[in-house]
């Protein structure tokens, strides 16, 4: 399966392991809830905010 997602969406889940960094805490309320939020729609279902899982469920 192909996914057309925008590159947001990306950049979001490649903050997953630096939440609680320098670097994400320095970023916005705005986007550290929109990043909080998108990983935790992908890896645990847990839907916030009009956030949606785009893939399938990790299972982990």
Do not use: H, P
Not at 42 to 54: A, H, L, N, V
Request: aromatic share 10%; glycine share 12%.
């Amino acid at each position: 399966m192909r996914y057309k997602l925008n590159g947001t969406y990306y950049d979001d889940l490649a903050w997953k392991g630096l939440t609680g960094t320098k670097a994400f805490n320095k970023l916005d309320d705005e986007t550290k809830t929109r990043i909080t939020n998108t990983v935790k729609a992908e890896q645990y279902g847990i839907i916030k905010e009009g956030t949606s899982r785009k893939g399938t469920k990790l299972g982990c």
